[in-house]
């Protein structure tokens, strides 16, 4: 992107005025970040835009609607939505932060 190029973070209209937001801009570099509206400041996490359009893809698709519900009183450890069907692996370090299928850096 070109000289001068500011970010513009966006909050989702269906966002409440309790503080408890999301805000997403594309950076200068051409990624897509991801940010605490509470901590403007704090980490965020970054994606490439394919990563970004193929979780925009599985959002519109609704594999992510069961996180919206409480989980029952008796479920246990692990990720019984997943295509796998169990836990999703998670690699990384300090600096980075790798979810499969996408990648986040803080």
Do not use: Q, Y
Not at 7 to 34: F, T, Y
Not at 45 to 51: C, K, N, R
Not at 65 to 82: E, L, Q, V
Not at 84 to 105: C, I, K, N, W, Y
């Amino acid at each position: 992107m070109g000289k001068g190029f500011r970010s513009c973070w966006r909050k989702s209209s269906l966002s409440v005025n309790n503080g408890n937001c999301v805000e997403v801009a594309r950076l200068p570099d051409g990624e897509i970040g991801v940010r605490d509206s509470k901590d403007p400041e704090g980490s965020r996490l970054t994606f490439t835009p394919e990563e970004w359009h193929s979780f925009l893809g599985g959002v519109r698709n609704g594999e992510f609607d069961s996180f919206s519900r409480k989980p029952p009183a008796d479920s246990g450890p692990g990720c019984p939505d997943s295509p796998t069907g169990g836990p999703t692996e998670t690699e990384g370090s300090a600096d980075t932060l790798a979810v499969h299928p996408f990648s986040a850096r803080r």
